[in-house]
């Protein structure tokens, strides 16, 4: 495959042929900007308005904590919380509720400096997947052997841009929908399973494979995010102790 300043991330997270590709892809972009905000933009004045007004959720706020220094996420802090004090927080109640901060406060609230910078990433690293996909026979034949491509950016993929696939958008379309479909019927299989193994018709059944971890792969599946899978012990206890009658 041919590699720029603009494949080569797209190559990186789609080598590894594990999981959903384009989540890769955010981890990293997140990452990269979390250790971006705590590091040398920190006393970037442009950069600090833009995090006073803006602030970051409570999954950017903890990669800031995890991959930054203490001062650095202090120093940030303290000039967004003054900022919400004086915009927000009067020392004395208004005669008259200001209904437009309200709603700034509500926008604020639900605001994330880094959401939005990752939002606009993502947009462009998939037309650069769609560009790859339509003038790289090599690249579509790695998109196709992706283990899936998780529900959210599933609808990415395929509603972004999508004049910019022009005729190819069909044939994009059903390598994508493969990807997101077939996962999907195998996940509807394993939970299934796992939900039969508590009928007690079944007690005495092996175990199919894949059942184990089919919740916490559907969760991921949904939501993008992996959460980890609960010891097998417990797993095992909980089979058996279940009452099926």
Not at 10 to 36: H, Q, T
Not at 130 to 157: A, D, G, T, V
Not at 187 to 197: A, E, W, Y
């Amino acid at each position: 495959m041919q590699e720029n300043i603009c494949s080569i991330p797209i190559n990186d997270v789609f080598l590894p042929k594990d999981g959903c590709p384009m989540c890769r892809m955010r981890d990293m972009l997140e990452e990269r900007k979390a250790d971006y905000i705590t590091g040398s933009a920190m006393m970037e004045p442009g950069v600090r308005v833009q995090t006073n007004a803006q602030g970051f959720c409570f999954r950017h706020f903890e990669m800031m904590v995890r991959l930054g220094k203490r001062l650095s996420n202090a120093l940030i802090l303290e000039t967004h919380l003054q900022q919400i004090s004086e915009q927000f927080i009067p020392e004395q109640a208004p005669k008259k509720l200001d209904k437009k901060k309200m709603t700034a406060l509500d926008t604020l609230i639900h605001d994330c400096f880094i959401c939005r910078d990752i939002k606009q990433n993502m947009d462009n690293m998939v037309r650069i997947v769609h560009s790859m996909w339509i003038n790289e026979p090599e690249f579509r034949q790695l998109y196709s052997e992706q283990k899936f491509i998780c529900l959210e950016h599933f609808y990415l993929l395929i509603n972004t841009d999508q004049k910019g696939l022009g005729k190819s958008f069909q044939a994009f379309y059903d390598a994508t929908s493969a990807l997101t479909g077939g996962y999907l019927k195998s996940l509807q299989k394993d939970v299934h399973n796992f939900c039969s193994m508590f009928d007690y018709h079944n007690s005495n059944s092996q175990n199919p494979p894949g059942t184990g971890d089919s919740i916490e792969r559907s969760i991921e599946f949904l939501t993008g995010e992996r959460i980890s899978l609960i010891d097998s012990e417990d797993f095992e206890y909980d089979v058996k102790n279940t009452d099926t009658t």
